[in-house]
């Protein structure tokens, strides 16, 4: 089972997918490989960086299982192949967030068992504000949020499931509601993290 997350800049993604692996012990992230440049405030680990060179170099060796060209500013972002894979022989259930046009090619393959969250807000000025708190500038934000979120808002039907992240811990138990059922659905059983210490910030 591969859970894609999508959603536009300051809905929450990463943190609902550090939360859930936080929760279900068997559930992996697949990092992301990217060109454009670390935050500030960015995790270690979050991405693999490489330059515009390293990325089309590995392109061409097939490297990726899905990368796109992401936003207006044209940074990669991509997939890799065996990380996918290694969660997948292990057993385990691999956890990652891509954009919507990926998304969408990737989900025709019937090869992967795709469960698709489209995570959104109900009021947009909410993703303003997270932006603003992360520290991006004013140029990002517009780069990020005001073409975009339409765009994006509007791919959520090619999505399994929405949820609406204005309120962070809702959202986290609807979620956590969805995967018991996709688990439940494959017969896939495990101990869930009842102590959870989260640790990572909110957004
Ligand atoms: P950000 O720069 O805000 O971290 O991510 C920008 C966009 O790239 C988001 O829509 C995010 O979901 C997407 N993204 C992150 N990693 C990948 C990836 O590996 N592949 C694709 N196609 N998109 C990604």
Do not use: W
């Amino acid at each position: 089972m591969f859970i894609i997350i999508s959603g536009p800049s300051g809905s929450g993604k990463t943190p609902l997918l550090y939360r859930m692996m936080e929760i279900y012990p068997n559930i992996k992230k697949i990092q992301s490989y990217t060109t454009r440049q670390s935050r500030k405030t960015e995790v270690r680990g979050t991405y693999v960086y490489m330059t515009k060179a390293q990325f089309e170099q590995k392109i061409k060796e097939n490297f990726f299982l899905e990368f796109n060209k992401v936003h207006k500013d044209q940074e990669y972002y991509g997939t890799g192949r065996a990380s996918y894979e290694k969660v997948i022989k292990n057993g385990q259930v691999a956890i990652k967030d891509i954009d919507v046009d990926s998304y969408k090619m990737i989900k025709q393959n019937k090869d992967l068992d795709i469960v698709g969250i489209y995570v959104t807000v109900k009021r947009r000025s909410v993703l303003f504000d997270r932006l603003r708190e992360r520290g991006e500038s004013e140029r990002t934000i517009r780069l990020r949020l005001f073409d975009r979120v339409d765009y994006e808002n509007k791919q959520s039907c090619f999505y399994d499931y929405v949820v609406y992240t204005d309120k962070f811990e809702n959202a986290s138990n609807e979620l956590e509601k969805i995967i018991d059922k996709e688990f439940k659905k494959r017969g896939i059983v495990v101990k869930k993290n009842e102590k959870r210490e989260f640790t990572r910030p909110l957004f």
